[in-house]
């Protein structure tokens, strides 16, 4: 069956699109196909499988959901969202440039800094937040810009749609990075973009129990190539993830609606509370892009940034105080996390850079999970009055 759009919501589509009950048993949950190889009834004759590296059903299920979601005809699971970058960036060659925003993941920056400049393939990082700054930076050998938005930590927002057209008129592919948004609050398919990574190890499984990546297109050539790319590379998803990935969409629509309820309130509570200094959400009317954030996004998310007034010792003490929130890296898990980025996530980008973005000793970003509000607001009113 075809989940389209235009005939089903979100939700339906997250439960349903890829799947189909199973026609021996009648199971209604893809089962978990643990196999490596499928059986030829003559030489080349086959039901479509031939090899998990290069399909499996139950990650085939999983990829066609997340790019229903998506707004796009093509997925491709990987087993990090680092191998699913690294396998979009080997569609380059030597001697192409790429066009990054400034603010990125760090992973991602040290992938291309530590990894692809020895390649050949050079990289510029530019603030993207006015378009006509991907203009003055791309160069004739431009091949690829590559967004995220909101972006982390600062949850600085591109406006994603403008770029991309910018980057088409001269012919230059856009992948946006949509892990901090899901699907269900973002798709840049629909706003122009080429490509969407996700690093499903957040939102989409949001169990903080899987590392996990997925890139999706609608261009065809692109498919194509990203299809041979995964297959020849081989950095898939194992199927035993895919299937809990798969699991872990049907709740997504709903743990998005959880995890931005409880940031709304996290964020204005930190907004009327004397020892912050600056809250950044892209729901809160004082975020300096909340007009963009409003006609690009349908909802604004569970990840926030602020400044304690003290810096490094108040945001130590705080992050030692917490009790309902884990001091811990990474995000989107159903479990609320409190992290220092100069310490911690942005560690690997240099002091200069790290502070000229504005990623100073008191800054702290949480990932507001899905537990009970009042619970969330009382370990942080506790944790600021201990700092
Ligand atoms: C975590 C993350 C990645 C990298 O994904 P892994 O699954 O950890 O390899 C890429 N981009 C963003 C925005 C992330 O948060």
Redo the contacts with the bound molecule.
Sequence with gaps: MNWSDEEFGFETRAIHAGQETDPGTGAIITPLYLTSTYAHSSPGVHKGFEYSRSHNPTRKAYEACVANLEGARFGFAFA???IG?TTAVAMLEQGDHVVCCDDM?G??YRLFEQVFRKQGIDFCYVDLTGANMLEAAMKPNTRMVWL?SPT?PLMKLLDIAALASVAHDRGVMVMV?N??MSPFYQRPIELGADMVLH?T??YINGHSDL???LVVTDDEEIANQLGFLSNTMGGIQSTFDAFLCLRSLKTLAIRMRAHERNAFSVARFLEGHDKVANVLYPGLESHPQYALAKAQMSGFGGMIAFTIKGGLPAARRMLETVNVFTLAE??GGVESLIEHPAIMTHSSLPEEKRLSLGIDDGLIRLSVGIESEADLLRDLDQALAAA
């Design positions: 990090s969202g680092c970058a993941y992973g991602t995220e982390n990075d892990t901090f690093s190890t957040k590392i996990g990546g990474s995000l």
